[in-house]
């Protein structure tokens, strides 16, 4: 298994936080923006449409407190989703990532997708069972290995962030991992997935996978974001 060097020297940790502190301070104080605002909000009424359970689709009412004064309301169409883990497996020795590829129903419907066989990164939704919600890195070790065959520790995942997938009109978060994988233990003649998924999997270079960007290819949020992020990382000589 490969390993990201995760060594820094402490004058470099030193640097980067005291850099961080004297430009936060400063933005904050020409901004006048307080970060961390929360200003009350109330769930007025529901009403659930569809119950899965994975998804929750039905009106929700809202009355909150406007930054100016005074009191806004919505009555939004909401998804209430659980949350799901998004992978991005990348080989530093030959710079390359792996990616997956499975038919996406949702890409199919739109009008303006011409193919809706999509490569993006192992991704998948946090299970909860028997009452025990798993942690986001336990579902990103299993979905290693149920969509491409690999195993990682928990203990190798790099934290990436994690954000709503469209905060206006879903509750659904991503969790994004970055994790260091070799191309040779890749067997790309098999394809990979439980139950009804049909997976394929394939290792393309940094300009690659660029290049897809371009083409459509890769048209996954969460595949643009980790394959960026990881080069972002390289790049700035932090992986």
């Known amino acids: 298994m490969c390993h990201f060097n995760k060594k820094k020297s402490i004058y470099q940790i030193f640097f980067n936080k005291i850099t961080f502190v ?3 301070e400063y933005v904050l104080k020409w901004c006048k923006i307080e970060i961390n605002m929360k200003r009350p909000y109330k769930l007025m009424a529901e009403n659930i449409e569809i119950n899965y359970p994975f998804m929750q689709v039905g009106f929700r009412h809202f009355e909150f407190e406007k930054f100016k004064g005074g009191r806004g309301e919505l009555n939004f169409l909401i ?14 020795d030959k710079d390359s990532f792996l990616l997956i590829r499975q038919f996406r129903p949702g890409a199919a419907i739109n009008e303006y ?8 990164v192992v991704a998948g939704h946090i299970d909860i069972k028997n009452g025990i ?5 336990q579902t990103a070790a299993k979905e290693a290995n149920e969509e491409a065959g690999i195993i990682v ?8 962030g994690a954000g709503y997938t469209s905060a206006g009109s879903s509750s659904e978060k991503h969790h994004h991992f970055l994790c260091a994988f070799s191309s040779s233990d890749i067997d790309k003649s098999k ?3 439980i139950d009804d998924e049909d997976i394929e999997v394939g290792v393309f270079t940094s300009e690659e996978a660029l290049h897809m960007f371009d083409t459509g290819q890769i048209a996954c949020n969460e595949a643009i974001l980790g394959i960026r992020s990881t080069l972002l990382l390289k790049y700035t000589g932090k992986l």
């Open 22 to 24: 004297i430009i936060n």
């Open 133 to 137: 919600r798993e942690t986001p890195r």
């Open 113 to 120: 997708e011409t193919n809706p066989y999509i490569w993006s």
């Open 153 to 160: 520790s928990e203990t190798n995942l790099i934290d990436l």
């Open 191 to 193: 394809t990979y997935g």
């Open 79 to 92: 998804v209430k989703k659980a949350d799901a883990v998004c992978l991005t497996l990348y080989d530093k």
